[in-house]
Each structure stands twice: as structure tokens, then as C-alpha cells.
């Protein structure tokens, strides 16, 4: 009797201590649930259904976050001069009790009726399972650490500030002087839809990224489509970078020929082999913080150019003489392309956003950096117009007298410029790619090395075969940017705010959409016909 007043007592105490843990889960529970709700701001109660694909497997591509903010950042040093932890996380909005990297977890938990999250369930990453010249892709570069409002302005600005600035003198010779007000216009639009962007990463502290974003309004598809179109993106500014140093080393080697074996290589032609075997090694580099830190010479190169044209306008006999047409429409469309190709920023604002110390200060950075970058593209397009008139180059390096030093130093600043950012745009497509493979294929560098080698032989193609640098440009404004800074932002919030727009919002949004969409077909059939003439 005693033995079996015993065994249940045990079993009392273990009910009570059951009890006991059980309240204390509820709590937890409750606690944690209060939590999530507290981070979410600005959602309604919406239904419970899943936009996303259910599959389980790992959501491609995983390395985009780490690759993208080495591509964005000119402050990569700031982990260490603030002396935080290497492997802090950007984001103060996905901090948990468990640290866990944000690439590891869902990007949306699942959800319920009685929770304020978007209804969205996204399967976790495992890093582990790819690895990249036979390194985890946990081995790159941290996510960018927690960005003052400084420097999130300035990397916000150099994404904004780009080689674009060469072709706004000929995009405002082939528009005309009306077609500024198409540059302003955009840029307008373009911060507004950056804006979306912010909002819709609010809808969840996982969303961190602009595939992410596509993710949970579209789901698995919605992601990859839109990885696929930035990877495109990326791709083609190299070959923008590769055309654009071809053009001017044979400016500045005009006599350079080559006949080898029957085959006869002209100045543009050896230049742009040269470029790419000089470029090669940059891309082979497993680590590019060295890059990144070098990269922070890009703005110095941007504003060392537009100076250097500034004194040529000023002290050389060129002058400054206005002309030109108020407005024309035949070329208008590759002014269009060229202006949008100028405000391509949308692939990395998610990055900038969650990198932010105070993410409630980000449509402050995102209108002076439109304000800044805006200002600076309609300055150079006015003074190189009014410098070269109807002579006006794709580049205005080009039209830059060969005899003045400030011209030489201008020439040879936009060649060594992409030798950074050549490397830096092609890593993350380059990583993408070499999620694909399986794992025992990247345990030795061959195939890494071998994917990058192919990228660039083929940027080397692209640039031979079509070595039009407006004409490139346009297309890529015309096409890709339309899409990822008018089209999709307006896309993906209308469907992640599906039910609690008001009437209004929803006109805007078409209509951006609308404006992007007849804007693409017309440039991009515009530039495509150019490139035949």
C-alpha cells in the first residue's frame, strides 16, 4: 500500500509539474505572440490562405542577400570601426531569442486568422547544403551590419549614381529639351515605388530582400522570376562596363590592329579582349571584401569624371553653346530607356532597408538620394549638351578633346572604374549559378572557376556582337529596369495589400504599372531597332 501511495504521488507531482509547464508555454506562447504582433505595423486582420508554393525545399537563391549587400555597400568597414561582432545581423527587426541568422528560418511564418502577418509560409533556407569554391555560402561576407543614416544615404546614392550619367547628354540630344521633364518624372515615380518596396518588407521582419518580397506576393515562382530578371539585370551591366572601357581604350589606342591567321581584330575589338583578360581574375576572387573596399572609389571616380568635363567646358575653346530641338519624338523612346536606366536601385533598396539602424528614416534616404542623383544626371546632361550640341557621343568621354589632360584623366577614370565593379555585379551571378550544381561538384574549384570563365567569355560576345553602348543601355532601361522599378513594386504590394487598399492606391499602382509597362514595349522595341542601324 505504502509503495503504491508512492508511485502515485510520483505521478501527482509529475501531473502538477505538467501543469506547471504547461502554463508556462501558454505564456510563452502568449508573450511570443504579442511579440510578432508588436513588429508588425500597418496590416489589417486578413484571411488565412497560403500564397506560397508548399514545397519544401530550399527557396533559390540563398545567396542573395550577402552578395547583393557586398554589391551595395561603400561603407563596408563600418562593422569594424564601430567595433561590432562580425557576424551581428543588419536587421534589429528579426532579433529573436535564439540567434539565428534570418537566411536559415522562414521568411514568413505560418499563420492564422487571429494573427496581423501576411498570409504567406516560406520553407527554410540551408545554407549548409551549397558551397561555393568548397566554402558554405555562409562564408561570405555578413550581412551589412546596422547602417547610420549616413551611410545609408551614401549607399543608397552610389546605387543610384552610375555609368548612366555618361549617356544623359545624348539622351537629352535624341529627346530633346522637353525630354528632361521625363527625368524627373521618373525619378519621382521610381522613389515612390522604392516606398512600396518598404512596405511591403513591413508586412513581416523576414522579408529582408527584393526576391523575398516577390516570394510573398507570388510565391516560390514570384521569387525566382523576379532573382532571374535582377541576375539579368546584373549581367547586363557588365556588359555595359565591358563595352564601355572598350570604347574608351580604343579612343585612346584609335591605330590598334591586329591580323592573325586571316583574321583581322580592329582597335575596338583588341581593346575589349584586353579588358576581359584583365577583368578575368577579378571574378575568380572567392572573397571580394578587397573589391568592396575598393569600390568606395567609384563615387570618387563619378565625380572626378563630371569635374574633369566641367573644366574642359570651362577653359578649352569649346564653350557652351545652346541649341537642339524642344522636343522629338522619333528618338524619344531611347531617351526614355536611358533615363530609367539611370534610377536602377530597386534590386538593392531592400538590402539598403534592412540594413538600417532606424528603417523608419528610409523614404528620408530614398528622396535625397533621388534628389541628389536626379540633380547631378540633369546637370551633366544640360552641360555636355550644351558643350557638344548635335556631336553629342553615347559617352561623353568620347567627345572629350584627346589633347587636354582633363580629358585623358576622364578616359582613363571610366576605364579603371569597372574594374571593381565588374567583379562585384558578376559574383551574385555567379553564386546563383553555382547553387544549382550538387555539392560534391563544388568541393574542388573547377567548376566555380569554370562557370565564371563562361560569364565573362560570354559578356566578351555580347559586347562584340552588339558594341553599342546607348543602345544598350536603352534596352536594358527600357526592359529590365521598367520592370523591377515600376512594374513589379506596384505588382507585389497591390498583392501583398490585397483587401486594404483604398480605391485611390489602387489607381496609382495601375496606373505606374500601366506607364511601365507601355514605357518598356516602346523603348525596348525602339533600342532593338537602333542596334540594326
Given amino acids: 500500500m505504502k509503495q503504491l501511495e508512492e508511485e502515485f504521488g510520483m505521478d501527482r507531482a509529475i501531473e502538477i509539474e505538467t501543469d506547471d509547464e504547461d502554463d508556462e508555454a501558454e505564456r510563452v506562447c502568449h508573450d511570443n505572440e504579442d511579440d510578432n504582433e508588436s513588429d508588425i505595423t500597418g496590416l489589417s486582420r486578413v484571411p488565412s490562405y497560403d500564397l506560397m508554393d508548399p514545397d519544401p525545399a530550399p527557396s533559390w537563391p540563398q545567396s542573395y542577400r550577402q552578395s547583393m549587400d557586398m554589391y551595395t ?18 536587421d534589429k527587426r528579426s532579433q529573436a531569442p535564439d540567434i539565428e541568422s534570418p537566411l536559415t528560418k522562414p521568411f514568413l511564418s505560418a499563420t492564422n486568422s487571429d494573427r496581423e502577418i501576411v498570409p504567406t509560409s516560406i520553407p527554410p533556407i540551408k545554407l549548409s547544403s551549397v558551397s561555393v569554391f568548397g566554402a558554405s555560402i555562409s562564408e561570405l561576407p555578413p550581412p551589412l551590419q546596422q547602417c547610420s543614416y549616413a551611410q545609408s544615404l551614401l549607399n543608397a546614392t552610389n546605387a543610384l549614381c552610375g555609368i548612366g550619367i555618361l549617356s544623359t547628354p545624348y539622351a537629352l540630344k535624341e529627346g530633346g529639351w522637353f525630354g528632361l521633364l521625363l527625368l524627373f518624372m521618373f525619378g519621382i515615380i521610381a522613389c515612390y515605388t522604392g516606398i512600396l518596396l518598404k512596405r511591403c518588407l513591413e508586412s513581416s521582419s523576414q522579408l529582408q ?9 507570388f510565391g516560390l515562382g514570384g521569387r525566382i522570376c523576379i532573382a532571374v530578371i535582377l541576375y539579368i539585370e546584373l549581367y547586363s551591366s557588365c556588359v555595359e562596363f565591358l563595352i564601355m572601357m572598350s570604347d574608351n581604350l580604343s579612343a585612346t589606342f584609335p591605330n590598334a590592329q591586329v591580323h592573325i591567321a586571316g583574321i583581322h581584330l580592329d582597335s575596338y575589338q583588341i581593346c575589349a ?4 583578360l584583365v577583368i578575368l581574375p577579378t571574378v575568380w ?45 522619333t528618338h524619344l523612346p531611347i531617351t526614355i530607356g536611358i533615363y530609367s536606366f539611370c534610377y536602377g536601385g530597386h534590386s538593392v533598396f531592400p538590402n539598403i532597408y534592412s540594413s538600417m539602424e532606424n528603417p523608419s528614416q528610409f523614404p528620408s534616404v530614398l528622396a535625397i538620394s533621388f534628389a541628389i542623383s536626379g540633380s547631378l544626371y540633369a546637370g551633366v546632361a544640360v552641360l555636355g549638351y550644351l558643350m557638344f550640341g548635335e556631336a553629342t ?14 580629358s585623358k584623366i576622364a578616359g582613363w577614370a571610366v576605364v579603371v572604374a569597372p574594374l571593381t565593379k565588374f567583379g562585384l555585379s558578376m559574383t551574385p551571378v555567379a553564386l546563383a549559378l553555382e547553387e544549382l550544381l ?9 567548376a566555380p572557376i569554370l562557370i565564371r570563365t563562361t560569364l565573362v567569355v560570354s559578356t566578351l560576345i555580347v559586347a562584340l556582337t552588339v558594341p553599342y553602348f546607348g543602345s544598350m543601355m536603352a534596352l536594358i532601361g527600357s526592359f529590365l529596369i521598367m520592370l523591377m522599378s515600376l512594374v513589379l513594386p506596384c505588382a507585389c504590394y497591390m498583392r501583398i495589400q490585397s483587401g486594404r487598399l483604398t480605391k485611390f492606391q489602387i489607381t496609382i499602382c495601375s496606373t505606374v504599372m500601366g506607364v511601365g509597362v507601355l514605357c518598356a514595349v516602346i523603348g525596348t522595341y525602339s533600342a532593338v531597332a537602333t542596334m540594326g542601324t
Avoid: E
Fill in 438 to 446: 550538387p555539392a560534391d561538384q563544388l568541393a574542388s574549384n573547377t
Fill in 209 to 217: 530582400t527584393y526576391p523575398d518580397i516577390g516570394q510573398a506576393a
Fill in 73 to 90: 555597400s561603400v561603407t563596408p568597414s563600418v562593422s569594424f570601426i564601430r567595433g561590432s561582432s562580425f557576424l551581428v545581423q543588419a
Fill in 273 to 276: 579582349i584586353v579588358a576581359t
Fill in 285 to 329: 576572387l572567392r572573397n571580394l571584401s578587397l573589391l568592396s573596399y575598393v569600390s568606395i572609389g567609384g563615387v570618387v571616380t563619378l565625380a572626378l569624371v563630371v569635374l574633369c568635363l566641367l573644366w574642359v567646358g570651362v577653359v578649352s575653346d569649346i564653350g557652351f553653346n545652346p541649341s537642339g530641338k524642344a522636343l522629338n519624338f
Fill in 393 to 406: 557621343n553615347p559617352q561623353f568621354t568620347l567627345n572629350l578633346p584627346t589633347r587636354l589632360i582633363a
